[in-house]
Nanobody, 123 residues
Framework: VQLQASGGGLVQAGGSLRLSCAAS????????MGWFRQAPGKERDFVAA????????VYADSVKDRFTISRGYASTTMSLQMNGLTPEDTAVYYC?????????????????WGQGTLVTVSS
């Protein structure tokens, strides 16, 4: 399975962006999927996850109520709607395939991260 994230860009604080992720294989349709991000000089952190059927969403506290993850039933694509962006959200965003069918913070280590998509929020 290969993952391709897209939709990043430069936005002012308070603005919005919508990220998309596409998995290359139907094998991902039976797993949860999620988003992680890595800010400059920091570790990669969990952002949000969603179950295989579009339910069971999980969010990091830092993005709860601002970001919305979505996915169609057993789809190999998912999106992340990001509203109320702040400079602290600046990072490279990566999508991931979860180890299980539900949305969770754990990811399949055998699926490479991919290139990610850069989100830059200016103050």
């Amino acid at each position: 399975v290969q993952l391709q994230a897209s939709g990043g860009g430069l936005v002012q604080a308070g603005g919005s962006l919508r990220l998309s992720c596409a998995a290359s294989s139907r094998a991902a349709s039976n797993n949860g999927m999620g988003w992680f991000r890595q800010a400059p000089g920091k570790e990669r952190d969990f952002v949000a996850a969603i179950g295989w059927n579009g339910g069971n969403t999980v969010y990091a506290d830092s993005v709860k109520d601002r970001f919305t993850i979505s996915r169609g039933y057993a789809s190999t694509t998912m999106s992340l709607q990001m509203n109320g962006l702040t400079p602290e959200d600046t990072a490279v965003y990566y999508c991931a395939v979860a180890r299980r069918a539900v949305g969770s913070r754990s990811r399949r280590d055998d699926v490479p991260w991919g290139q990610g998509t850069l989100v830059t929020v200016s103050s």
